[in-house]
């Protein structure tokens, strides 16, 4: 079994118009930038996009989104050191928000990969979120009813990578990254490097490969916060 | 109506003053912005063990200036430094810590905390893009919420309310609040007067907030050091 793809490219080349793509990251820390910019390059339109947040400058997320690919955004906090791109698209009605709280956004897309269609939890108890959903008393407190979220792709940034598409992360970046790759149909990683079977310690695997479809190397990849410093805008 | 240009706390003495009440060894969540500034003013000889959404726990002070690692960053998206006893953790575990009840403390900002507890502090209602980050989470889970904030809006009204107008983010959360002026407890009885800066008199704090102030005891002295911000 090889799951390696040799260019960013080729990696998502299979996504089409219309598809739910979940992409790893927050902020810069963990995004897979080069993915974007590849999905950019490809062309799919009218995508539904879950990310913590709405991008930064004009890079990445913020690039995808300026070039009037996404739909739709399922987001916990659109905003950044510059988040003018979304903030302009929100304005002009291209963009629809779908503002979820940052654990609650984590815990639906872990039970999309778990195979759990929904939870209840003590988060936007009382409050607009809410609303219209079920709520139920458990031992005395109120919780309100949470649905999973799946998609058809993950776009994911991972450090170490084998052909298997066993994964580890760096520090923070990990984030996102472990949750999406198992509540996607497809999920693609790129890799800052790609070794050999057996070059990971089992102990150290965080993504084992069955989550994972392809891989591909991105040795230095670009970090969206230098990006935006040296005024990056993609493409 | 008192001005209280003159007399009012400094962000960095609300922040000194929140943190003198940090245990040793605390579990502590840290809103982003005014309240990241808690952890500058821990108490000599206690460390708390501060707790980032994005999937750090016990992380150390920003790193100097051109020393930053974007991969090391707290929810503020602000580069930190590893610590000896550092873990890292994916999003779905770092709110097991939250919503589990596993953090004794979580400080935020507010722009309205209510006599029963709500807080308000996510949404200025329409004329903005929401943006609730892990706000929502943090305040039902914390074992204890407190808000860090200025005692009035910039235009002179009261931030602690009868009843919050605009979008919650909690309901019956906050337990205590630290402002510009006074340490006030929220329990059954609604706001309970418990430090107040000598340069303001009860019936004047009482001017600048939308709810009763009850007293359950002596009201102490909030005296803080100058703090540098």
């Known amino acids: 079994m090889d799951k390696t793809i040799q260019t960013t490219a080729e990696a998502v ?19 897979p930038i080069e993915l974007i910019h590849a999905l950019i390059d490809q062309g799919a339109k009218h995508l539904t996009v879950v990310n913590n947040n709405a991008g930064n400058g004009h890079v990445g997320l913020a690039a995808l989104i300026e070039q009037g690919r996404v739909d739709k955004l399922i987001c916990s906090f659109p905003r950044s050191a510059d988040p003018s791109v979304f903030v302009e698209s929100y304005w002009a009605g291209k963009i629809k928000l779908d503002i979820v709280p940052q654990g609650t956004l984590a815990e639906r897309i872990r039970a999309g990969g778990a195979g759990i269609p929904a939870f209840y939890t003590p988060t ?3 409050t607009d979120v809410a609303k219209g959903k079920p709520v139920e008393v458990f031992e005395g407190r109120s919780y309100v009813q949470e649905r999973w979220l799946k998609a058809d792709f993950a776009l994911i940034k991972a450090d170490l990578g084998d052909p298997h598409g066993n994964l580890t992360y760096r520090m923070a970046a990990r984030n996102f990254n ?3 790759a198992t509540a996607a149909m497809t999920t693609i990683a790129q890799v800052s490097q790609l070794v ?3 070059a990971i310690d089992p102990e150290r695997v965080i993504t084992p490969g069955i989550f994972v479809a ?9 970090q969206e916060e230098e990006l935006n410093w040296a005024e990056a805008i993609y493409p | 109506m008192i001005d209280i240009t003159d007399i009012k706390l400094s962000n960095a003495q609300i922040a000194w003053r929140a943190a003198q009440d940090i245990d040793d060894g605390a579990y502590v969540n840290l809103g982003i912005g005014f309240p990241e500034m808690v952890a500058r003013f821990q108490a000599e000889g206690k460390q708390a063990i501060f707790h980032t959404e994005n999937g750090v726990l016990d992380f150390g002070e920003a790193p100097k200036p051109g020393e930053e690692d974007w991969d090391l960053i707290n929810a503020g998206k602000k580069a930190v430094t590893l610590r000896p006893g550092t873990s ?3 999003h779905a ?3 097991a810590m939250v919503r589990g009840g596993h953090l004794d403390v979580a400080i935020l900002g507010a722009y309205q905390v209510a006599q029963n507890g709500d807080l308000a502090n996510w949404s200025t209602g329409k004329s903005g893009i929401p943006a609730v980050g892990g706000a929502m989470d943090l305040v039902q889970s914390a074992k204890r919420v407190a808000v860090v904030t200025d005692h009035v809006t910039k235009n002179g009204a009261p931030k602690l309310v009868d009843a919050c107008t605009l979008p919650l983010t909690g309901v019956g959360c906050v337990t205590r609040i630290y402002s510009s002026l006074a340490v006030i407890d929220v329990d059954v009885a609604g706001f309970v007067l418990r430090e107040k800066i000598s340069a303001i008199s009860t019936d004047e704090l009482q001017s600048l907030t939308g709810a009763p102030l009850h007293a359950n005891g002596p009201v102490q002295k909030l005296i ?3 703090v540098l911000a």
Do not use: R
Not at chain 1, 214 to 222: D, I, K, R, S
């Open chain 1, 13 to 31: 080349a299979q996504i089409p118009d219309g598809a739910t793509v979940m992409i790893g990251g927050f902020g810069g820390s963990g995004a």
């Open chain 1, 124 to 126: 936007a108890f009382g």
């Open chain 1, 178 to 180: 472990p949750i999406m």
């Open chain 1, 196 to 198: 050999g079977l057996g």
């Open chain 1, 214 to 222: 392809g891989l591909t190397e991105v040795p230095n990849p670009a």
């Open chain 2, 88 to 90: 890292f953790f994916h």
């Open chain 2, 93 to 95: 575990d770092s709110f």
């Open chain 2, 224 to 226: 803080c050091p100058k």
